[in-house]
């Protein structure tokens, strides 16, 4: 993608400073823009540091991180920042109301081909469309901590959204070397709903006294977390069998009385037309010709590599 488009981050607290950082690192000009003079001085201490340690680290060269240091500008400026933006990033305060004061400035204030992505964890995207002029450039575009980082960002369309909205974001988070998808404008979309869901039974652990919250991280991080970087949760469930998870959401469900456990009609479906995953060739995906053997071998490969990593961190301190 062209990286003559200039980039306007809005907010630069926790996520907007480090969504500014990936957006120069990528090669992009950058005003990072905050109501707070104070905040705009912590963001950049904060961001030459993140830079000059993988510098040290020797993640990046001295040029790149230089250069990418040099493509941000600091700003408490919104109207003249986003009368120069071809693209927005919004990263303030999780408040819907703040939210949509900004979209309604923004909407005024930017060209109407301007694409304004917000960052929200949780909102529903079609309030800020709402309050757009042009609501078919508002579009959700969620990252996650740290953001120099981890790679995923949500793309979240509205109903007002444009499929060229839509397609430009996705452009653009390659572009800063992300991994997105799409997914539906619904509460926590995809990644929270989960997130908060695995949260509440954790808590649930410790509040029941079965496991302090330092015996619950070593459990998580060294099973189910283990394999989650490398699997998802549908790939999880065909190795491990779709008549085992079945038998385990029963039992739960019996014991817990709990309406999360109920056991999936799609599961018992499965079940009943022989999809156990990959021990009978077919699961959530399909493992013919040949499949089955290559996913053990990339499932061997991938375990491997981060249980050297984990053991590494984790088991020899050399973290
Ligand atoms: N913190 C996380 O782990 C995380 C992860 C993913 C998404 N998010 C989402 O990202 C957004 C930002 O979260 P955060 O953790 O960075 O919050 P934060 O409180 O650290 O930063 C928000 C910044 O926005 C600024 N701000 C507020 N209103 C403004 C306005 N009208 N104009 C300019 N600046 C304004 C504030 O001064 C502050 O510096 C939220 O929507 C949050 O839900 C957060």
Same mark, same amino acid.
């Not at 901590?145 to 981890?150: F, G, N």
């Not at 085992?244 to 018992?268: C, D, N, T, W």
């Given at each position: 993608?062209?990286?003559?488009?200039?980039?306007?981050?809005?907010?630069?607290?926790?996520?907007?400073?480090g969504?500014?950082?990936?957006?120069?690192?990528?090669?992009?000009?950058?005003?990072?823009?905050?109501?707070?003079?104070?905040?705009?001085?912590?963001? *950049?201490?904060?961001?030459? /540091?993140? %830079?000059?340690?993988?510098?040290?680290?020797g993640?990046?060269?001295?040029?790149l991180?230089?250069?990418?240091?040099g493509?941000?500008?600091?700003?408490?400026?919104? /109207?003249?920042?986003?009368?120069?933006?071809?693209?927005?990033?919004?990263?303030?305060?999780?408040?819907?109301?703040?939210?949509? /004061? %900004?979209?309604h400035?923004?909407?005024?204030?930017?060209?109407?081909?301007?694409? %304004?992505?917000?960052?929200?964890?949780?909102?529903?995207?079609? *309030?800020?469309?709402d309050?757009?002029?042009?609501?078919? $450039?508002?579009?959700?575009?969620?990252?996650?901590h740290p953001?120099?980082?981890?790679?995923?960002?949500?793309?979240?369309?509205a109903?007002?959204?444009?499929?060229?909205?839509?397609?430009?974001?996705k452009v653009?988070?390659?572009?800063v070397? *992300?991994?997105?998808?799409?997914?539906?404008?619904s509460?926590?979309?995809?990644?929270?709903?989960i997130?908060?869901?695995?949260?509440?039974?954790?808590?649930?652990?410790?509040?029941?006294?079965?496991?302090?919250?330092e015996?619950?991280?070593?459990?998580?991080?060294?099973?189910?977390?283990?394999?989650?970087?490398?699997f998802g949760?549908?790939?999880i469930?065909?190795?491990?069998?779709?008549?085992?998870?079945?038998?385990?959401?029963?039992?739960?469900?019996?014991?817990?009385g709990?309406?999360?456990?109920a056991p999936?009609?799609?599961?018992? *479906? +499965?079940?009943q037309?022989?999809?156990l995953?990959?021990?009978?060739g077919?699961?959530?995906?399909?493992?013919?010709?040949?499949?089955?053997?290559?996913?053990?071998r990339?499932?061997?490969k991938?375990?491997?590599? $981060?249980?050297?990593l984990?053991?590494?961190?984790? +088991?020899?301190?050399?973290?």
């Amino acid at each position: 993608m062209d990286t003559s488009w200039k980039i306007m981050v809005v907010g630069a607290g926790t996520m907007g400073h480090g969504i500014a950082q990936c957006v120069a690192m990528a090669g992009f000009n950058v005003r990072i823009v905050d109501q707070f003079p104070g905040v705009l001085d912590k963001a *950049k201490v904060l961001v030459k /540091e993140h %830079l000059e340690g993988m510098v040290r680290e020797g993640r990046i060269d001295a040029e790149l991180a230089e250069a990418s240091f040099g493509r941000m500008e600091f700003h408490d400026d919104l /109207e003249a920042s986003a009368t120069w933006a071809d693209f927005v990033f919004e990263a303030v305060f999780e408040d819907l109301q703040v939210k949509r /004061e %900004l979209f309604h400035r923004l909407g005024a204030l930017t060209r109407p081909d301007v694409v %304004l992505a917000s960052n929200t964890s949780s909102f529903d995207i079609a *309030k800020l469309c709402d309050v757009t002029q042009h609501p078919e $450039r508002v579009i959700g575009m969620h990252w996650f901590h740290p953001p120099q980082i981890t790679p995923c960002i949500e793309v979240i369309p509205a109903g007002a959204t444009s499929a060229e909205t839509v397609e430009t974001a996705k452009v653009i988070a390659e572009a800063v070397r *992300k991994y997105p998808t799409a997914c539906a404008n619904s509460p926590g979309f995809v990644a929270n709903r989960i997130q908060f869901a695995m949260a509440a039974e954790a808590l649930a652990i410790v509040e029941e006294g079965l496991a302090t919250p330092e015996e619950v991280d070593r459990i998580v991080t060294s099973s189910f977390g283990f394999r989650l970087s490398a699997f998802g949760p549908f790939e999880i469930a065909d190795q491990a069998g779709i008549d085992v998870y079945l038998s385990i959401f029963k039992y739960l469900h019996e014991m817990l009385g709990r309406g999360q456990f109920a056991p999936p009609p799609l599961l018992e *479906k +499965m079940v009943q037309d022989g999809k156990l995953g990959l021990k009978s060739g077919a699961g959530f995906y399909n493992y013919g010709d040949g499949a089955a053997d290559a996913l053990r071998r990339t499932r061997d490969k991938r375990l491997f590599d $981060r249980l050297a990593l984990f053991r590494a961190e984790r +088991m020899d301190g050399s973290d």
